[in-house]
């Protein structure tokens, strides 16, 4: 069976770490992650989405990330089922997320100096241009011999 998500979208508020009583790092934080189609005339809707990260994963989120980051995750979906206060069975949609990513430029994530390892983000080059050349690009490769590969 699968339950791989992966999404991107922007922290609704600044994530707060806190600590279990085994002193595991963990925070929770909801995501705001727009879809991809609006029909015409229409705005396009946004989910928010909960999100949980625990251990180091918590500890990177909270320390380079704040409030309007946008933010990749990569996790599973789990279910717990709760009472709330009146007493009603309610069953909470959690994404537990496993990595998180750098989306967007330095200067939009607010965060100074560079982070390097797995999670940062490689600085953005201008794209490549490519011209059309010409048949004297090239030459042919006389023979019939076989190929050495």
């Known amino acids: 069976m699968i339950n791989n998500v992966v999404l991107m ?4 508020a600044t994530p707060e770490l806190r600590q279990t009583q085994n002193g595991i790092s963990v925070t929770s934080f909801s995501l705001a992650v ?6 015409q005339g229409e705005q396009r809707q946004t989910d928010f989405i909960n999100c949980v990260a625990w251990r180091n994963t918590a500890d990177f989120i909270s320390r380079y990330f704040q409030k309007g980051s946008m933010i990749a995750v990569t996790g599973s979906i789990q279910t717990r ?3 709330d206060k009146n007493g009603n069975k309610r069953t909470a949609f959690e ?3 496993d990595q ?7 200067a939009e994530s607010g965060t100074s100096g560079g982070v390097s ?19 004297g690009d090239f030459e042919e ?3 019939d011999d076989d190929l050495p590969f």
């Open 9 to 12: 979208g922007r922290l609704v």
């Open 34 to 39: 727009e879809r991809s189609f609006a029909r």
């Open 81 to 83: 089922n709760y009472e």
């Open 95 to 97: 994404v537990i997320v």
């Open 100 to 106: 998180a990513s750098f989306c967007g430029s330095k």
């Open 117 to 135: 390892g797995g999670y940062g983000s490689a600085p953005v080059a201008p794209a490549p241009s490519f011209s059309t050349g010409g048949d």
């Open 141 to 143: 490769i006389p023979g």
